[in-house]
T-cell receptor
């Protein structure tokens, strides 16, 4: 167990809806990164939050947005859901935002868009 | 060219054998390299981190890094059925992003 928790575990939405996914980082970690993992592929970086600020973003459209709270927990929001958004969404926490910092994943949220 | 590429699987090895997994990366300035294990239906679990050239051993796992060749490998010695999983190679190419390969699925035959 990494101490990183995510909710909900599973979610089913329809195209066009909005969804909010939540993540609590490991104790003592101030950095949360979000990844999308489609079936049979490696995780793809969405963005990272460090001390409540977006610290970097991958190649995802603006309808993917996030927040980090003072306790370093984080949310991922996706608007106008598309069928291709169906995936496993992973958050990872790390001690700091540095090149050598290990990232530890939560159990993930499985999102299905119908 | 993909940032991180892994040898295509699946890889099937008999119990007790050595499983060898390979990974190449494209960005020469990469400094941090990680191997994750992912069981079916679960999230990735960090099993090895390596930052400098050479070998790093942890139990039955050995990671090898060659920055000149832009190559990382993972050896699993005395493979067990519980090692059956997908292994993901990840590279930190800047301060915040991990780039992952597509993964290599390993099956250990009893």
């Amino acid at each position: 167990e990494t101490g990183v928790t995510q909710s909900p575990t599973h979610l089913i939405k329809t195209r066009g809806q909005q969804v909010t996914l939540r993540c609590s980082s490991q104790s003592g970690h101030n950095t949360v990164s979000w990844y999308q993992q489609a079936l049979g592929q490696g995780p793809q970086f969405i963005f990272q939050y460090y001390r409540e600020e977006e610290n970097g973003r991958g190649n995802f459209p603006p309808r993917f947005s996030g927040l980090q709270f003072p306790n370093y927990s984080s949310e991922l929001n996706v608007n106008a859901l598309e069928l291709d958004d169906s995936a496993l969404y992973l958050c990872a926490s790390s001690l700091e935002s540095g090149r050598s910092d290990e990232q530890f994943f939560g159990p993930g949220t499985r999102l299905t868009v119908l | 060219q993909k940032e991180v590429e892994q040898n295509s699987g699946p890889l099937s090895v008999p119990e007790g054998a050595i499983a060898s997994l390979n990974c190449t990366y494209s960005d020469r300035v990469s400094q941090s390299f990680f191997w994750y294990r992912q069981y079916s239906g679960k999230s990735p679990e960090l099993i090895m981190s390596i930052y400098s050239n050479g070998d790093k051993e942890d139990g039955r796992f050995t990671a090898q890094l060659n920055k000149a060749s832009q190559y990382v490998s993972l050896l699993i010695r005395d493979s067990q059925p519980s090692d059956s999983a997908t292994y993901l190679c990840a590279v930190n190419t800047n301060d915040y992003k991990l780039s992952f390969g597509a993964g290599t699925t390993v099956t250990v035959r009893a």
